[in-house]
């Protein structure tokens, strides 16, 4: 263990504290009105129902450190819809009538480095041998 990996645990957990949180409030709000909502700025509807899946299932995910990477990797392509769909037209910063995309780009860069260098301390992926990064290969050679 040393600096580099708890650092990773800690943004693990907290990208999947938010998200679960996000998620979560999809489903207590109703993904009918999520999905109202993003037929509204012309995404279709359903898109509302797999994202909110995503967040709340994934947020769970992260935070036990199970499927870190591939989890983190479906986050990217949620913020980078969030970036261009919703927030891009109102700055970095927001514009007074809407917030910007800062805080959206900081969660895709957490969940990107996550996809990079994954997340083993603390996680049920260490104790899986089929997800060690390198043990398949190892394990073939032999």
Do not use: C
């Not at 994202?51 to 479906?74: D, K, M, Q």
């Not at 769909?85 to 927001?94: C, S």
């Not at 860069?109 to 603390?122: D, K, Y």
Request: hydrophobic content about 50%; overall charge neutral; aromatic content about 10%.
């Amino acid at each position: 263990m040393n600096k580099q990996e708890i650092g990773t645990f800690l943004l693990r957990v907290m990208l999947g504290i938010s998200f679960l949180l996000h998620g979560l409030s999809k489903f207590q709000g109703g993904l009918e009105n999520t999905s109202g909502w993003f037929q509204s700025i012309g995404i279709p509807g359903f898109m509302a129902y797999i994202v909110g899946v995503i967040e709340l299932f994934g947020g769970i995910a992260l935070i036990l450190g199970l499927g870190t990477r591939i989890i983190s990797a479906l986050l990217v392509f949620i913020m980078a819809g969030a970036i261009v769909y919703v927030k891009f037209p109102a700055g970095f910063m927001g514009n007074g009538e809407a917030s910007g995309y800062e805080l959206d780009l900081v969660l895709m860069i957490i969940a990107l480095h996550l996809v990079l260098n994954g997340s083993r301390f603390l996680s049920i992926d260490s104790k899986l041998p089929n997800l060690k990064r390198g043990q398949d290969s190892e394990m073939k050679a032999s």
